[in-house]
């Protein structure tokens, strides 16, 4: 009689925890669920938006692929949460099973990105972005998209050169343009008069320092994006965390279902 009473306060025990187990999960997978909603309408809206914006945003390359990207993150999550949810609370073999492969595939793509992230790493040194700006960037032909690039980021963070504007001492800029020192991205663009711009700019492309941004976009891009640095790697380890549990979650009401 005593085996049996502790028989089912066991079976009852294991219950309550599996129960547990599926309400968390589906709490869980709902925010999800309601997270990659509002990432779709944003991207649909933007896209779709009738006062102009949509405009606005075609027109910078960078924020018309970051919305796609916010469509695809939407539609990822959207379904993540939606398979979740119904595997959950009907407790579903199928769902649950196929929601673990797809959290599974999720976090073995971040890992392979991270992997390759470290192995690329010295792709990301000073030394690496100044010898391609030397050998690549030609400073006026903006439909090179290497050169493009470049000019939008000395305009954007007012820099000039990875470290300094002497890197373009021995470059094809210098070979292409003699009667320049420094690009005219590199100029200051201060509130000015017409003429006295265009007396700033000869004495910036001469290569007067008074007249140029002199610090190096390497520098300039790090400190800019410092704080989203440290921000996004705590994100990054927040959602490999979830996913972890998610995946035990998941595993552990699939066993659970008799």
């Known amino acids: 009689m005593g085996q049996g009473e502790a028989s089912a306060r066991g079976t009852t025990m294991e219950g309550d925890c599996l129960s547990c187990i599926k309400y968390l999960m589906f709490v869980f997978n709902f925010l999800i669920f309601l997270g990659g909603s509002f990432l779709l309408g944003v991207g ?5 938006d009738p006062t102009g914006f949509r405009e606005i945003v075609a027109t910078n390359p960078l924020l018309f692929t970051g919305v ?12 993540l949460g939606f398979l979740g949810c119904c595997g959950a609370i009907r407790e579903n073999k199928c ?9 599974l595939l999720i976090f073995l793509a971040e890992l392979a990105a991270a992997i390759l992230a ?19 960037y030609q400073g006026y032909n903006n439909s090179d998209v290497f050169t493009s690039t470049w000019n ?10 990875v470290n300094s504007p002497e890197d373009f001492k021995e470059s094809m800029f210098r070979m292409m343009n003699q009667n320049h020192v420094v690009p005219e991205a590199c100029c200051q663009r201060a509130a000015q008069t017409a003429e006295s711009a265009y007396t700033s700019q000869e004495q910036c492309l001469s290569g007067n320092m008074m007249f140029r941004n002199n610090k190096g976009c390497y520098s300039a891009v790090v400190d800019y994006f410092e704080l989203y640095i440290y921000v996004a790697g705590a994100l990054a ?3 490999l965390t979830i996913e972890l549990f998610a995946m035990v979650f998941a595993m552990c ?3 659970g279902i008799q």
């Open 44 to 48: 649909v809206w933007v896209l779709v």
């Open 68 to 79: 796609y990207i916010i469509l695809g993150m939407g539609g990822m999550l959207f379904l």
């Open 95 to 103: 769902l649950l099973l196929f929601f673990f492969m797809l959290i």
């Open 118 to 136: 470290f192995i690329f790493r010295e792709h990301l040194t000073r030394e690496y972005f100044t010898k391609e700006l030397k050998k690549h």
């Open 152 to 161: 939008a980021i000395m305009t954007t963070f007012d820099c000039c050169g």
């Open 237 to 239: 380890i927040v959602v």
């Open 253 to 255: 009401l699939f066993r």
